[in-house]
């Protein structure tokens, strides 16, 4: 479905270092990145977790400055796939990216408390 969504845009022989930060170019990435964001979402509806992750990756890819994107993925991983070290890791990007988020604040708080969780019950079962 990336491969459809390149297309659609037809972008599919730039790649995403050659579209940031070059004018109406950089407008194409942000665009690019919010097309494969709304595939994210649709996956994420669908209950398609693996492949929400893969198509935020290409949202990331073509737009690293967004939190939103760092957040999904680490609500993704830590409270679904239950990889809450990975998830960790995102969502300080997020937090990098944005300190004063809420929600990335609040992510990260559950988050580590399920890590603390996990650490107790295997030391102590």
Do not use: W
Not at 45 to 51: A, C, M, Y
Request: net charge positive; with cysteine; proline share 2%.
């Amino acid at each position: 479905m990336h491969e459809k969504i390149i297309k659609n845009h037809k972008i599919r022989s730039l790649e995403p270092l050659n579209l940031k930060y070059h004018g109406s170019i950089h407008k194409l990435s942000i665009q690019v990145s919010i097309a494969f964001f709304k595939e994210a979402l649709l996956d994420f509806k669908h209950e398609e977790f693996l492949s929400c992750i893969q198509a935020l990756n290409q949202a990331i890819k073509y737009n690293p400055l967004e939190e939103l994107f760092f957040s999904l993925k680490s609500f993704i991983l830590g409270l679904i796939l239950k990889k809450i070290e990975d998830a960790l890791k995102e969502i300080e990007k997020a937090l990098t990216l944005n300190p004063r988020s809420k929600n990335a604040n609040n992510l990260r708080k559950t988050l580590l408390s399920l890590q603390s969780k996990k650490e107790f019950c295997s030391i102590y079962i």
